[in-house]
């Protein structure tokens, strides 16, 4: 059985750190990438970062260099180092994983809460 675990969330307050981890485990084919998502209460699902198998990243444009994504999507394992978080990165971060089919898998999301 196919399953991404996410480790990590938390309560923090403004300007502190946090770092993601996520491992994809149950299924040994290639991975095309491994990243993260995150949805606010009552706004869409969105891009934080994603990580390909060569090592290409995108982010979403909120980053501004505040977050950055690493791991090694081979080995099925990634990372979100978040720097100077806001209380506007209050959301449930996803991970995610991409097959060479195109299809993403998910994991159940972790809280983060940035609140003083």
């Known amino acids: 059985q196919v399953q991404l675990v996410e480790s990590g969330g938390g309560l923090v307050q403004p300007g502190e750190s946090l770092r993601l981890s996520c491992t994809f485990s149950g299924a040994s084919f290639r991975l095309y990438l491994m990243g993260w998502y995150r949805q606010a209460p009552g706004k869409e699902r969105e891009l934080v970062a994603t990580l390909t198998r060569r090592g290409v990243i995108e982010s979403g444009g909120f980053v501004n260099g505040r977050f950055t994504i690493s791991g090694d999507v081979a080995e099925y394992t990634v990372h979100l180092q978040m720097n100077n978080l806001r209380p506007e990165d209050t959301a449930v971060y996803y991970c995610?994983?991409?097959?060479?089919?195109?299809?993403?898998?998910w994991g159940q999301g972790t809280q983060i809460t940035v609140s003083a």
């Open positions: 995610t994983a991409q097959d060479y089919t195109e299809y993403y898998y």
